[in-house]
T-cell receptor, first 115, second 113 residues
Framework: NAGVTQTPKFQVLKTGQSMTLQCAQD?????MYWYRQDPGMGLRLIYY???????DKGEVPDGYNVSRLKKQNFLLGLESAAPSQTSVYFC??????????????FGPGTRLTVT | DQQVKQNSPSLSVQEGRISILNCDYT??????FLWYKKYPAEGPTFLIS?????DKNEDGRFTVFLNKSAKHLSLHIVPSQPGDSAVYFC????????????FGKGTKLTVNP
């Protein structure tokens, strides 16, 4: 099992450019998440998805959009990148049963720089 | 407003001794707590969790203690090993599981040989 994979590993964007960060999991997990981690900060939830086709906002959703068309994939989009979105982005997934989600498994991260 | 606080940015201990990492929270609705460990350039990995109906959970060298009245939890690592050197994040949830986790800022643990 590859677990949770993220592409790309590194990306540099110019202000105003758009891009999509990709996340895939092969553990058949129901729930998937996108976080960002900034220096000296913990992880902050951007969006999450409790199941295929559903998404919900987290703590810092502004400037992002997400898509969960397939159970195994969760995409994070930046429509118009801003320097404030320079961060390390982590995707995670977890097994859920009876509305309870168990521990999250994280991908290796995508380091994004917006100039 | 930080709901999960790890007030010690760093901690240094000798190999073989006990490491104690602390975490405080402000939201009394939190009912599930987790600890994650993170090495540089890797994603966090789950370490141990505890439900609010318990006050202790143990897994090998790792034990988490929960004091609900003080809104405080701690992670004990005994004995500490150099491979334990990493950043440790405390996280909490209000939904009985790990959805919508709120993370602390992390504590960097260094275990010296």
């Amino acid at each position: 099992n590859a677990g949770v994979t993220q592409t790309p590993k590194f990306q540099v964007l110019k202000t105003g450019q758009s891009m999509t960060l990709q996340c895939a999991q092969d553990m058949n997990h129901n729930s998937m998440y996108w976080y960002r981690q900034d220096p000296g900060m913990g992880l902050r939830l951007i969006y999450y998805s409790a199941s295929e086709g559903t998404t919900d906002k987290g703590e810092v959703p502004d400037g992002y959009n997400v898509s969960r068309l397939k159970k195994q994939n969760f995409l994070l989009g930046l429509e118009s990148a801003a320097p404030s979105q320079t961060s390390v982005y982590f995707c995670a997934s977890s097994y859920s049963k009876l509305a309870v989600a168990y521990e999250q498994y994280f991908g290796p991260g995508t380091r994004l720089t917006v100039t | 407003d930080q709901q999960v606080k790890q007030n010690s940015p760093s901690l240094s201990v000798q190999e073989g001794r006990i490491s104690i990492l602390n975490c405080d929270y402000t939201n009394s609705m939190f009912d599930y707590f987790l600890w994650y460990k993170k090495y540089p350039a890797e994603g966090p990995t789950f370490l141990i969790s505890i439900s609010s109906i318990k006050d202790k959970n143990e897994d090998g060298r790792f034990t988490v203690f929960l004091n609900k009245s003080a809104k405080h939890l701690s992670l004990h690592i005994v004995p500490s090993q150099p491979g334990d050197s990493a950043v440790y994040f405390c996280a909490a949830s209000t939904q009985g599981g790990s959805e919508k986790l709120v993370f602390g800022k992390g504590t960097k643990l260094t275990v010296n040989p």
